[in-house]
């Protein structure tokens, strides 16, 4: 069947299977930012945003997200210009294996874009659906908080 | 891939849904994430609701009207400080955030099993059910839970949350943060002038299906908040867990009657204050 996506602000007619999950498409179409962990929404490392929020997008059909928005990491950077969260995670030694990270970026990135200046408590909440198996939280926690601190202002001139 | 999938359709009302349902070998696909839990063996075609607008939340006297797409995640924004903390802390406990973002209310009650926690908030609320099949009936939580009135052709359109000017708590037990309850509690109490006006008490995940202790809701209303029987009726009241999970049904039953006192206790003492 045929469906629109808007994928990472893209305007995209693509050809899917009517069983075909979110995380095969952006998958297919070369999105591999977006990983097969579980593939049973408990791991999270398949969340990607739509409409700015994460969901797990081994659990979505990808016809039940026609002409919705969904934004991947390649959607808010680059390999030449990585998002300030994903600095602030390496600086602050969060990636490992690297696997659950941009699932975990981008629930820092709708965090931030949502409350500049969270709590421990909202971080730990906000990664509470990502599951790290190397670095034990620690630092990412710390990460996305230099990230909010240095650039609280970023995400409004993102929008 | 789910390759049994063979069709989508994309009604603009109830009626047009419930006529796709009874047309054509189709299920409803809303939040999908109690979808992915079952096997689909015979192909078959999926009923996308979007486009019914049954995402709302719509204060009417008396209570409040919940569509039944309203998603898990909106229900948490909950800024309520009286009963309705019950189900606001009940979907709250329920999956990750980013399952949340996905579950709708509706789909909870029809995707066995349930993401676990609704059942039993929604009885100690009071709540109604309204399912569309082509007729409009609306049933209490305890009657949908007990006789299961959805059918093929059927649809959940809304859900009627009454006021609950009291206090309110949900507990659950669970392995993990974010595994299923294998035991959950929800209490709401109204109390006028130090006296316990109005108890609702329902448990689930002991038993098959979720219920109000009736019995002990009697003996509770209409005593003093101060009073030192209350402990011992609920020490007194026999519960026995009939479900064999991760915990032994001696643990749950001992485990209920600890937590039903405590959460009492501490409902009472909010109303002292």
New interface residues.
């Given amino acids: ?1 045929k469906i629109k996506l808007y994928i990472n602000n893209q305007l995209k007619n693509i050809n899917i ?5 979110l995380l ?1 498409t952006l998958r297919n179409l070369g999105f591999t930012s977006v990983k097969y962990g579980c593939g ?3 791991c ?1 490392a398949c ?1 990607v945003l ?1 409409n700015n ?4 997008s ?4 990808t ?2 997200v026609s002409d919705e928005k969904i934004t991947t990491v390649e959607g808010i950077s680059t390999i030449n210009k990585p998002h300030i969260i994903q600095i602030e995670l390496t600086k602050a030694g969060a990636i490992q294996c690297g696997y659950c990270t941009p699932a975990i970026v981008l ?1 820092a990135y709708a965090l931030l874009k949502e409350n500049s200046n969270p709590s421990i408590d909202e971080i730990k ?2 990664i ?2 990502n599951l790290c198996r190397c670095t034990g939280y620690i630092k990412i926690i710390e990460g996305i908080q230099n990230a909010a601190k240095l650039y609280s202002n970023l995400f409004q001139e993102d929008n | 891939m789910i390759t049994n999938i063979k069709k989508w359709y994309r009604p603009n009302s109830i009626e047009e849904t419930i006529r796709l349902l009874s047309e054509t070998n189709s299920k409803i696909y809303a939040g999908g994430t109690g979808f992915h839990r079952y096997k689909i063996t015979k192909p078959i075609s999926l009923i996308d609701i979007r486009k019914l607008n049954l995402n709302y939340a719509q204060p009417i006297e008396g209570g409040t009207l919940l569509g039944s797409s309203r998603r898990f995640s909106d229900i948490a924004k909950c800024q309520c400080t009286d009963g309705l903390e019950i189900l606001r802390d009940a979907v709250k406990l329920s999956a990750s955030p980013s399952l949340r973002n996905l579950i709708t209310i509706g789909g909870s009650m029809v995707s066995p099993p349930s993401w676990g926690n609704l059942p039993t908030a929604l009885l100690a609320l009071d709540a109604t059910i309204t399912i569309q099949s082509p007729e409009k009936k609306t049933y209490t939580i305890q009657d949908f839970i007990e006789t299961n009135p959805l059918t093929k052709e059927s649809i959940i359109t809304e859900f009627f949350i009454p006021e609950a000017p009291g206090f309110g708590k949900y507990f659950r037990l669970s392995k993990t943060k974010f595994d299923y309850s294998s035991l959950d509690i929800a209490v709401y109490i109204k109390t006028e002038k130090d006296i316990i006006q109005k108890t609702r008490i329902s448990v689930g995940n002991i038993f098959p299906k979720a219920k109000r202790l009736i019995t002990l809701e009697k003996e509770l209303t209409g005593l003093n908040i101060k009073d030192d029987k209350i402990q011992r009726i609920i020490s007194d009241f026999k519960i026995r867990a009939k479900i064999k999970g991760e915990y032994s049904e001696k643990y749950l039953t001992q485990i209920t009657t600890v937590y039903l006192q405590r959460i009492v206790k501490e409902l009472l003492i909010k109303a002292q204050y």
């Fill in positions: 069947m299977h009517e069983g075909e999950t095969e049973t929404g408990d999270g969340i739509k929020v994460p969901v797990n081994c659990q979505i059909l016809a039940s629930c909440g906000a509470s659906s």
